[in-house]
């Protein structure tokens, strides 16, 4: 299994600015993937970000919104960029291992945008 | 394309209880079937998973068999404690893309 911590935990930020949330892994991964999911409801990927090829994004997220950084097999980054309220939602950082298929998730970030 | 449907919540059971949970799919090909848990205020943990057809997947008192003929993994549990109350999801992980495919959860109360 993996272990992954994501910072901050939770933050409250105004309209229009920007946050990066990080994820460390404690172990070397190739697939890692950013989840967006609404309290008490299911989660929606947003984009996988495998190490060495750029993030591919799912239909309704973009680059420019969400810019995701993967430097090295242990870190990734995600920036939700000019936020808005809609963007207050818990994100969540994940790994697979490719053998078992089995996927880990970080603590996830709680966001709030005022 | 593939697809989970979950048995809708909230589901309120007595301790010591019988749960089941259902969960059917729609997938091409051969997929691999998971439940995982979320505690409140924890992360979200793998809690089962079953890769091949009438394989059974088991842990922490539950089980799950993956059943081809009705495209189900149902979860189950004979007897249900206070501390399983929290939310389940059923997923699936198929085709070329290798993306999860979520339910959309079933929330699950435990009383004493």
């Known amino acids: 299994s993996a272990v992954i911590s994501q910072k901050p935990s939770r933050d409250i930020c105004q309209r229009g600015t920007s946050l990066t949330i990080q994820c460390q892994v404690d172990s070397q991964v190739t697939m890692m993937f950013w989840y967006r999911q609404q309290p008490g409801q299911s989660l929606t990927l947003i984009a996988t970000?495998?190490?060495?090829?750029?993030?591919?994004?799912e239909s309704g997220f973009v680059i420019d919104k969400f810019p995701i950084s993967r430097p090295n097999l242990t870190f990734s980054t995600l920036t939700v960029s000019n936020m808005s309220p809609e963007d207050s939602s818990i994100y969540l950082c994940s790994v697979r291992d490719p053998r078992s298929y089995e996927q880990y998730f970080g603590p996830g970030t709680r966001l709030t945008v005022t | 394309g593939n697809s989970v449907t979950q048995m809708e919540g909230p589901v309120t059971l007595s301790e010591e209880a019988f749960l089941t949970i259902n969960c059917t799919y729609t997938a091409t090909g051969y997929p691999s079937l998971f439940w995982y848990v979320q505690y409140p205020g924890e992360g979200l943990q793998l809690l089962l998973k079953a890769t091949k057809a009438d394989d059974k997947g088991s842990n922490k008192g539950f089980e799950a068999t993956y059943r081809k003929e009705t495209t189900s993994f149902h979860l189950e549990k004979g007897s249900v404690q206070v501390s399983d109350s929290a939310v389940y999801f059923c997923?699936?992980?198929?085709?070329?893309?290798?993306?999860?495919?979520w339910g959309l959860g079933t929330s699950l109360a435990v009383n004493p």
């Open positions: 997923a699936l992980l198929a085709g070329n893309n290798r993306k999860l495919i």
């Open positions: 970000a495998n190490q060495g090829s750029e993030a591919t994004y």
